[in-house]
């Protein structure tokens, strides 16, 4: 009995995805990606979209493709690449969850008969990246309410990383306290961290000689 | 009556770690609510940014201090992505048994923690005692009893111990006996039943939109599980089904959320028995550590450009990591790690869930979403 989807059936709805997407033209790159590590080389869906399409590209996912859950949304700082300084990757999925079918004011659970699983009912995971090019205050559009779960996501964002989601209500810290100084975000380069080789943390177990390399600098 | 808003937490017993939650409530109706958290944000995704790839296992076993196992898992299936590093077959075997004794012990802390929430201190202490005998083989395993740093990059720490499968099997098979305890002193307790049936009700299509997944979605009555949906480890080998629960016409209660957890502990402990039989050079044969057979070649290094990232079925739903080499030291250290963590996007939406309940129902329907505030804050 098979337990769980094959190699296969992921492989070629991936590539359904992918020759879809070719519809948007220049502003969206796609391309089948397989996971390079452990037993499966499972294939995923990989895009990259100008910041500005990545809205419309979002609700042509969910609508089309059936995508419903937002995963994770990454953002990450290349201080020193000018062209494409942040970068925001979404991990999105597709898990054709749906409620359980009632029948005769019968509730029955899905038990979803995986081996036949084909085109948009397959599970699927994508990986969207856009950048933005050197600017103080970078921002890409919100999702928040195409996915609610990309809500919390995009407020950690910018808490850690300092890139804005335009059009996302109620944009506030959430892992850091609320009174830390507006444009402190320690997920960004110039807040430096120190390597402490192991040499260094026997002859100073408790750390009192350590110091953050941007110690004494105004933040 | 005027609504007014008060604090549950950051010293609570419902929160089950440091966090608030702001309700705003009328008479005793809860009108809205708010999380708060952050309280032990540690910055784990920085410091791991100074750390060497297997330096990293131990930051990522102290995400959840309940389930340790799963977390430093889901890190080391993602630096495999990134690594692009081969397993043997039989240290995948090994980490199914660690994860889901883990799974295990995890659901045991929660139903443990969670009687006490809706009256019932018996079970608190019947659950603990059960989950003594999971933290043993844990401690067998990884040599500790919370944080193990079991998995390596390419396999695992050590093979299974010299007479390990023996006592796994004994403990397992006594505890699948006493599952039957719990289910008679919960399902059969008045007090249980009227505070747990009819109260939280939570959709799986809302949930999965508001980015739930794992046991809460499978209370709602969808067996979506991403060890079938994403495939890793040896899950196709063994002989299982994800457990699902049949929920009501308006959604999954607080009841429903308890079942799924106490049937997957149940899907678990029959994986783990019947990974013993069928793993490759039988359970009762004991590599030394650093073998080929137990623990793959990995590089140390990941370029520029190299991502990795894996989804992982964690004990509260869908985890993952997402790395980015290239770090400092050539290399040598990722330039970024990402954690997803399933409470994290799970405590807003079980926050939303209790809006026209009692306050008394917040323990409830707050402890049936197995907040786990180590993973939450990072």
Redesign the interface.
């Given at each position: 009995m098979?337990?769980?989807?094959s190699a296969k059936q992921v492989l070629s709805a991936a590539k359904e995805i992918v020759a879809d997407v070719a519809d948007f033209g220049d502003a969206v790159n796609a391309e089948v990606r397989h996971?390079?590590?452990?037993?499966?080389k499972?294939a995923y869906v990989y895009i990259e979209v100008v910041a500005s399409e990545w809205r419309e590209l979002a609700l042509w996912l969910k609508k089309t493709k059936k995508v419903?859950?937002?995963?994770?949304i990454?953002g990450?700082h290349w201080p020193e690449n000018a062209d494409a300084t942040w970068q925001v990757?979404a991990?999105l999925?597709r898990?054709?969850?749906?409620?359980?079918t009632?029948v005769n004011?019968r509730?029955?659970?899905?038990?979803?008969d995986?081996a036949s699983l084909s085109g948009n009912d397959v599970?699927m995971?994508f990986?969207i990246t856009m950048t933005i090019p050197d600017t103080r205050e970078p921002s890409v559009p919100s999702v928040a309410d195409i996915?609610?779960?990309?809500?919390?996501?995009e407020k950690?964002t910018w808490d850690?990383v300092g890139i804005d989601f335009e059009g996302h209500i109620g944009m506030r810290?959430?892992?850091?306290?609320h009174d830390s100084p507006t444009g402190y975000h320690?997920?960004q380069k110039q807040?430096k961290?120190?390597?402490?080789d192991f040499n260094e943390m026997y002859d100073d177990a408790q750390g009192f000689g350590r110091k953050p390399e941007d110690s004494g600098r105004v933040k | 009556m005027a609504e007014m808003w008060i604090s549950m937490g950051p010293q609570h017993p419902m929160t089950h770690g440091l966090w608030t939650l702001k309700v705003k409530v009328d008479g005793e109706t809860v009108v809205d609510t708010e999380p708060d958290l952050g309280y032990i944000h540690r910055g784990v995704e920085k410091i791991c940014e100074a750390r060497d790839f297997t330096q990293i296992t131990p930051y990522a076993d102290r995400l959840c201090y309940a389930s340790a196992n799963t977390w430093s898992h889901a890190y080391i299936y993602a630096a495999e992505d990134l690594l692009e590093v081969e397993v043997p077959e039989r240290a995948e075997y090994i980490r199914m048994v660690a994860v889901e004794l883990q799974r295990v012990a995890s659901h045991l802390m929660w139903l443990g923690a969670y009687c006490p929430d809706v009256g019932n201190l018996t079970g608190m202490v019947w659950c603990l005692r059960e989950r003594e005998m999971m933290m043993d083989l844990l401690q067998e395993l990884g040599g500790s009893r919370m944080h193990y740093n079991f998995p390596r990059i390419g396999g695992v720490k050590r093979d299974l111990p010299i007479g390990f499968a023996l006592r796994c099997r004994a403990k397992l098979k006594l505890f699948l006996e006493r599952i039957q305890e719990y289910e008679a002193i919960l399902d059969e307790s008045t007090i249980f039943l009227v505070r747990t049936q009819g109260v939280g009700y939570a959709k799986a299509e809302e949930m999965i939109n508001h980015g739930v997944s794992g046991p809460n979605v499978r209370a709602a009555g969808h067996n979506y599980d991403v060890r079938w949906a994403h495939p890793y480890s040896i899950y196709d080998e063994l002989d299982w089904e994800p457990s699902v629960e049949r929920p009501s016409i308006k959604g999954s209660d607080c009841y429903d959320r308890y079942r799924v957890r106490v049937e997957e502990m149940r899907q678990s402990a029959l994986m783990i028995l019947d990974g013993l039989d069928k793993m490759p050079g039988g359970a009762d044969t004991h590599y030394q550590s650093g073998d080929p057979a137990i623990l793959g070649k990995a590089p140390a290094r990941a370029a520029e450009g190299q991502t990795g990232f894996h989804h992982f079925e964690d004990s509260r739903g869908e985890s993952m990591f997402y790395l980015a080499g290239g770090g400092d030291g050539r290399g040598k250290h990722p330039y970024r790690v990402s954690i997803r963590s399933p409470m994290f996007i799970t405590i807003p939406y079980a926050s939303k869930c209790m809006i026209g309940y009692k306050i008394a129902d917040i323990p409830a329907i707050m402890g049936s979403f197995d907040p786990c505030i180590g993973e939450t804050d990072r």
């Open positions: 098979a337990n769980e989807i996971h390079t590590g452990g037993r499966r499972n419903d859950y937002c995963s994770m990454t990450i990757v991990h999925m898990t054709g969850v749906t409620n359980p009632v004011k509730v029955h659970e899905i038990k979803v995986i599970p995971e990986e996915w609610v779960g990309a809500d919390w996501n950690e850690l810290r959430v892992l850091l306290p320690p997920l807040h961290l120190r390597y402490h | -």
